[in-house]
């Protein structure tokens, strides 16, 4: 925990991973589907089997893979109490994005629970970030800035970021193909190993640089959304 200070180990670090990463964490997930609404209306997305290709696709190749690696990158520089690097991953954090929709989608709901959660959950690890950024973190490493702070571990956390993300979208696909209640829990399961390679893979990176995405598809529904005739979300 080298120069990190944490909060009294006495509370309980599950307990507030589950309340941040909760739907009910008003962060203004539900109004983005990551490029999912334009997948559906592509027809790339039609039912539960291309749902799961889609977002394996995501995950291990694309956006999952990106911030899975940010997080790692953020989250160890705040336990080890290295603000310079803090500082440079989330300026790169800001610029990972290939769309307009995307960054918004990022940067919005980092400010929100940057906010909602010195509010909340306040440490001066939070505070000092919000001075020094004006309030604007990608949201990989706004949970990541919280999670270190508040000692939950790396694993756990980052695990944890995916599946949340990973939840989100499947909610999404729900609304818009539409999926069943069930299909969609069926999808979650179906991911778990997806998720699970994902986390392994970000936190196995030794720099940022070897990090890349090859999903082109995903990049081109995001543009398209940004004209889409009918949307119901943001990205």
Known sequence: MAGCILNDMSSDPLYRLLAWLSPAYPVGAFSYSHGVETAVEEGFIKDRASLVAWLESVLERGTGLV??????????AVEGADWATFDATAERAAAWRGTSEMALESRQQGGSFLSITRTAWPHPALDAAHERTGGELALPVAVALAAAAHGIALESALGGYLHAFTANLISAAVRTVPLGQTDGQRALAALEPAVRRTAAAAMAAASLDDIGTATPLLDWCSLRHETQYTRLFRS
């Open 67 to 76: 911030d899975g690696a940010l997080f790692a990158a953020a989250w160890r």
